[in-house]
């Protein structure tokens, strides 16, 4: 099949301009672009056609060529050198072409038009500040200010990093585009600009405060709000309160998180509370009352069971922690740790040998788990 004539595949004439002829091959390769035309399978031989077209018209020798010998003088070497390293122009640099239309095919996913990924002031970095709080904290919570080293914006030069507050210029690298393209072979590569560190900016005159960086170290202090029920690992964010931006660039985040201390009285579950209260062996044996702590400071009336043995919890409902979200409080579990008595004297000696004499039919626990010792040791000899 006989090629088409570039300029037919263009839609120009011969006299188009260069830049005629640029803007109808963009034209051309919206429309025909294989990504947009997954229906059309014939998209992407007329998208190849149209960048073969523009390959050899965008350059005025290979155009004047063209013009005096059409497609002859890329076939057998005519023309002085032919198509792009002297083959044929559809098989040349494909990237080249296509770089000079890169932008307007996909500005609208990389930032916009002319963007080139630019970042003219970057956000500021996110900080974590770990702050411990007592059981009693984190029961009624509390307003608490803490002290953040951090970067915050320079007044010198209001952010922007130029003395006085001067505007900075365009980076002349990467023309503001914050990024340079290098041709290896058939592919071309973008890579951050190193003269501008990808901001497509550049200061001719940095600011003596922050050196050019429109922020500076500087201690905060900032005042929190702990709300009551915090546990360890909760965190808190503060917008914009973490280090200032680059130039001016938006604020990162500050989070706060919470590391409860452990109570010498309370053991903590969620919401619940254990509290673990020793009574003497004669107060589980014949009962009474106790008087127990709360964790609000205040104190709680327990009447113990006649009978008491170690590890019996007694529920005092709403006497625990509050939710962190609403939704009312935790309870308080007691339990009781019967305490064996230590340093006898002979007369408390002689009173236990003649308790434990008069006690056999007390001890329902130790009758029962001896009589299946003895019936196991039975067992085993028949």
């Known amino acids: 099949m006989a090629k088409r004539d570039f300029y037919e595949v263009l839609g120009v004439g011969k006299g188009a301009s260069a830049d005629e002829i640029k803007k109808a091959y963009r034209q051309k390769a919206k429309e025909f672009h294989p990504d947009r035309n997954a229906d ?21 020798e290979k155009k004047a060529a063209y013009d005096r010998f059409g497609h002859a003088a890329f076939e057998g070497g005519m023309g002085g050198g032919g198509g792009p390293r002297g083959g044929h122009p559809g098989q040349g640099d494909f990237a080249s072409a296509f770089s000079d239309v890169f932008d307007d095919l996909f500005g609208d996913f990389m930032g916009g038009r002319g963007g080139g990924g630019r970042q003219r002031a970057s956000r500021g970095a996110d900080l974590r ?62 890579r951050t600009c190193p003269t501008c560190s990808g901001l497509g900016q550049i200061i001719k005159n940095p600011c003596k405060s922050c050196g050019g960086q429109g922020r500076i170290e500087k201690e905060r202090a900032l005042s929190v709000n702990i709300p009551a029920g915090v546990e360890t690992g909760t965190r808190i964010r503060l917008a914009g309160e973490g280090e200032a931006g680059m130039r001016g660039g938006p604020a990162g985040d500050l989070y706060i998180f919470i590391e409860v201390s452990k109570h010498p009285l309370f053991e903590r579950e969620g919401s619940n509370l254990f509290c673990r209260v020793p009574v003497s062996m004669a107060s589980a044996a014949l009962g009474g009352d106790i008087e127990v702590p709360t964790i609000d400071g205040g104190r709680s009336r327990v009447k113990i069971p006649a009978g008491s043995q170690s590890g019996r919890q007694m529920r ?25 008595p230590v340093n006898l004297t002979s007369r408390q000696k002689e009173l236990l040998r003649e308790f434990e004499e008069l006690s056999e039919e007390n001890n329902p626990e130790s009758s029962s788990f001896f009589k299946s010792v003895k019936n196991f040791w039975d067992s085993m000899k028949g």
Do not use: H
């Open 40 to 60: 059309n399978p014939e998209a992407e031989s007329q998208f190849k056609e149209a960048n073969e077209a523009y390959e050899v018209l965008k350059d005025a």
């Open 129 to 190: 500040y770990n702050l411990r709080v007592t059981l009693e904290e984190a029961y009624s919570g509390l307003q608490k200010t803490i002290t953040v080293p951090t970067s915050v914006q320079c007044d010198a030069c209001e952010g922007s990093g130029a003395e006085g507050g001067a505007e900075p210029t365009t980076c002349p690298t990467c023309s503001g585009m914050g990024k340079v393209r290098a041709q290896q072979g058939f592919f071309t590569v973008e």
């Open 316 to 340: 005092l409902r709403n006497k625990g922690m509050p939710a962190l979200r609403g939704g009312g409080a935790g309870d308080m579990f007691i339990e009781l740790a019967v305490e064996t």
